[in-house]
């Protein structure tokens, strides 16, 4: 089946301890991204990639890091996380070319920053 | 800069009645356009999009939007609500012309169906 899966679902974390969170495509795809979703700002994307070892910055890229070693795995790293970083996060994957070609998203990844 | 804006941000129909989510864009040269569902604690998935030819775009669920360039909007229809359809939706708009695929999605519209 084709996926695009996150994990963890769930995390609750304090400021300043280090997370990763992971996103793993099984489709292929050689363009990933990592949008934020925001009561009443809808999503924003963070970072993208378009691919192995090709990331750059979208709209909302203060405070996070991503990888890109494999091209079926895009961490969100976030190294000193704050509150203003608790969100609903997700990944999603997709072929490079046009922009008009489906996205396809993950489960999503609820972060809490205490 | 590409904006999207999704008038209200809550709906409330019936069920068995009409679907008339509203969608406006700005951008400078048409974009790709889309329509997202979320359902509770799920991930989004594509509803339908529009990228060139008919202006009319038939989805998934018995939803279609219409493209019309001179309102530069993207309204999201469905004739007859069902109570499956209870979910938030998004518009999204993506530029053509860059590989950043970047979607610029409205702050979403949650449609609640009364039995």
């Known amino acids: 089946e084709a996926q695009v899966t996150q994990n963890p679902r769930y995390l609750i974390t304090v400021t300043g301890k280090k997370l990763t969170v992971t996103c793993s495509q099984n489709?292929?795809?050689?363009?990933m991204s990592w949008y934020r979703q925001d009561p009443g700002l809808g999503l924003r994307q963070i970072y993208y990639?378009?691919?192995?070892?090709?990331?750059d910055k979208g709209d909302v890229p203060e405070g996070y890091k991503v990888s890109r070693k494999e091209k079926r795995n895009f961490p969100l790293i976030l190294e000193s996380p704050s509150p203003n970083q608790t969100s609903l996060y997700f990944c999603?994957?997709?072929?490079?070319?046009?922009?008009?070609?489906?996205?396809?998203f993950g489960s999503g990844t609820q972060l809490s920053v205490l | 800069a590409q904006s999207v804006t999704q008038l209200g941000s809550h709906v409330s129909v019936s069920e068995g009645a009409l679907v008339l989510l509203r969608c406006n864009y700005s951008?400078?040269?048409?974009?790709?356009l889309f329509w997202y569902v979320q359902y509770p604690n799920q991930g989004l998935q594509l509803l339908l999009k529009?990228?060139?030819?008919?202006?009319l775009v038939k989805g998934i669920n018995g939803f279609e939007a219409e493209f019309k360039k001179s309102e530069t909007s993207f309204h999201l229809t469905k004739p007859s609500a069902h109570m499956s359809d209870a979910a938030e939706y998004f518009c999204?708009?993506?530029?053509?012309?860059?590989?950043?695929?970047?979607?610029?999605f409205g702050s979403g519209t949650r449609l609640q169906v009364q039995p």
């Open positions: 999603a994957s997709g072929r490079v070319g046009q922009g008009g070609e489906k996205l396809f």
């Open positions: 489709m292929n795809h050689e363009y």
């Open positions: 529009y990228t060139t030819g008919a202006t």
């Open positions: 990639s378009m691919n192995v070892e090709v990331t």
């Open positions: 999204a708009v993506s530029d053509r012309y860059t590989g950043r695929r970047a979607l610029t």
């Open positions: 951008s400078s040269v048409p974009p790709y």
